[in-house]
């Protein structure tokens, strides 16, 4: 599975940015979706996840009501909508796949293929 991560930039607090996740390869093997970040000098942290079978999505907490992670099964791709951005939110954006059968999805090393990551930046 090969993951491309797109739409990140800089804007301003407030705004709004769409990050897409366009996936190819044996998408069919894969359960979670999922959308971390990684901001500088801290460690990467989950965002949300949209489960493969019934959309089912899960969010991190200081992103709920903000973020809306969705997905388009025709065109193979993953979004993440981000409404209200914060300063706090600036960070390297990845998008990330898992195969696990399990409702594994809030942690890294339960992923197995990632993106290259796309960087966004929120000004105050």
């Known amino acids: 599975v090969q993951l491309q991560a797109s739409g990140g930039g800089l804007v301003q607090a407030g705004d709004s940015l769409r990050l897409s996740c366009a996936a190819s390869?044996?998408?069919?093997?894969?359960?979670?979706m999922g959308w971390f970040r990684q901001a500088p000098g801290k460690e990467r942290e989950f965002v949300a996840a949209i489960r493969r079978t019934d959309s089912n999505t899960y969010y991190t907490g200081s992103v709920k009501g903000r973020f809306t992670i969705s997905r388009d099964n025709a065109e193979n791709t993953v979004y993440l909508q981000m409404n209200s951005l914060k300063p706090e939110d600036t960070a390297v954006y990845y998008c990330?796949?898992?195969?696990?059968?399990?409702?594994?999805?809030?942690?890294?090393?339960?992923?197995?293929?990632w993106g290259q990551g796309t960087l966004v930046t929120v000004s105050s």
């Open positions: 390869g044996r998408i069919y093997s894969t359960n979670f």
């Open positions: 990330a796949a898992n195969r696990s059968p399990y409702n594994e999805y809030l942690a890294a090393t339960n992923y197995d293929y």
